[in-house]
């Protein structure tokens, strides 16, 4: 019997991708997917794992939909994904409305828990091995239809100590080569524009098969397919290779935006944490990719708190910050997750680590208004991605811009885009901290 299904996926892009597989699953087993919980038989809450706060998120999705099963107009709830994997005892003890969980390890017994929670009243709990799940499927796309995601690899090796991706994700598994561009240039055949290449860390890609980095060979032949713009989320600075950096600078597809999360630049906290690279290295490898790759803007990731870290080590890692002037970074309070070296070492409390964060956004900020003002007058190259009717402007990206996580650029045009559209445009100013512009007809 065809059964409608809601789907709803938190967290990250390569969660995102799970979900659009999910989707395709039950769309090909007969069901609906419908945009409304309400008046589904089933929901699919496919939930991130990786922070207490996330984990919060979720659990405040679920609730929400609870209300509607109270009320009548849902049937079954199902939890996926890494708070269900990471949590499992917790969540089926703890949350009776949830009717089943599938772990990390079982996105492809979809279709069998929804007949098992619909057809037979069971409440399953599917939790396959976690190093072995598949990783390869057809896709629902659930991003707009300009963008997609491909992700190339599932799980880590790094064993950062404050991470628990390992544990929810499994050891790392890079897929085929060949079986990437078959998906990709179906993603290229169905119109999709803008490429973003993730994994948890996609510098290391083709190591895990034999040996070779393999990441710079993949992009040449992605680059060979019909992509406007390829992005790249997430490198890690010690796998960054002489010929990944040769193949970014060449490949005028490649797009000069790469997000290079370090977290920290004190050579203690980095070591403590199980980092590879010191203060100096990171400093050596920005150079050399400015140096090499024109136009380059960088994005990365820090966390204030870390065990370690003083007044001193923070003021460090702020002086780090105005001297590289790193274009875009997102900045997060130290979170001690149950099951991590870190909650172990002796850190400073969630107040404090707020606070530093707060005052990091603030030195960001003034280096993105920086940044702003250095570019104003430019002719950009904008993705147009809709009508902003409060703005009465238009809006899109550049390519120093990535969907979801950075601000958008506003501008006005006399002939109107569609959206999908790459159109040119003259930076003229800055609006609530976004650039604003005018279309070159």
Not at 57 to 71: G, P, Q, T, V, W
Not at 355 to 374: G, P
Request: aromatic residues 6%; hydrophobic residues 40%; glycine residues 8%.
């Amino acid at each position: 019997m065809p059964y409608k299904v809601y789907f709803l996926s938190l967290g990250c892009a390569k969660n995102q991708v799970n979900c659009e597989q999910m989707m395709s699953l039950v769309q090909a087993a007969g069901h609906e997917i419908v945009p409304d919980p309400a008046g589904a038989d089933a929901a699919v809450v496919n939930t991130c794992g990786f922070l207490a706060s996330a984990c919060e998120e979720a659990i405040d999705s679920i609730l929400h939909l609870a209300e509607l099963k109270r009320a009548g107009t849902l049937k079954k709830i199902l939890v996926t994904g890494c708070m269900a994997q990471r949590y499992k005892a917790d969540v089926l003890a703890e949350l009776p409305e949830i009717d089943g969980i599938l772990g990390t390890g079982s996105y492809s017994d979809i279709a069998a828990a929804i007949s098992e929670v619909m057809e037979l009243d069971l409440r399953p709990c599917h939790l396959g091995n976690i190093h072995t799940a598949p990783q390869n499927g057809p896709r629902i796309l659930s991003t707009p239809p300009w963008y997609a995601y491909l992700r190339i690899a599932e799980g880590c090796d790094n064993h950062c100590a404050y991470c628990v991706i390992p544990s929810l994700r499994g050891r790392y598994r890079s897929r085929p080569m060949g079986e990437l561009l078959d998906e990709a240039a179906e993603l290229a055949a169905a119109g999709v524009k803008e490429l973003l290449v993730i994994a948890q860390d996609i510098t290391r890609y083709g190591t895990d098969l034999n040996g070779k980095h393999q990441l710079a060979a993949l992009l040449r032949e992605l680059a060979k397919l019909d992509f406007h713009w390829i992005r790249l989320h997430y490198l890690y600075p010690d796998e960054i290779t002489e010929e990944l950096i040769d193949t970014i600078a060449a490949q005028p597809k490649i797009l000069p935006y790469l997000d290079i999360p370090i977290q920290h630049c004190n050579d203690s906290i980095l070591k403590s944490m199980n980092r590879r690279d010191t203060k100096e290295s990171i400093r050596r490898l920005f150079r050399t990719l400015r140096e090499r790759i024109p136009g380059l803007v960088l994005r990365t990731s820090l966390i204030a708190g870390l065990p370690g870290e003083g007044e001193a080590e923070f003021e460090e890692l702020c002086a780090f910050l105005r001297e590289q002037k790193i274009e875009r970074a997102g900045v997060f309070p130290f979170s001690p997750e149950e099951g991590t070296r870190a909650a172990q070492m002796d850190h400073a409390d969630a107040e404090e680590a707020a606070r530093r964060a707060d005052i990091a956004v603030d030195v960001q900020s003034d280096i993105i208004d920086e940044y702003n003002a250095s570019i104003l007058g430019e002719e950009r190259e904008v993705l147009c991605e809709g009508f902003d009717g409060q703005a009465q402007m238009f809006y899109g990206r550049s390519y120093a811009e990535s969907p979801e996580i950075d601000g958008r650029i506003y501008f006005t045009a006399e002939e109107a885009p569609e959206p999908g559209d790459f159109v040119a445009v003259r930076l003229t100013g800055v609006m609530d901290g976004e650039l604003t512009g005018e279309r070159l007809e």
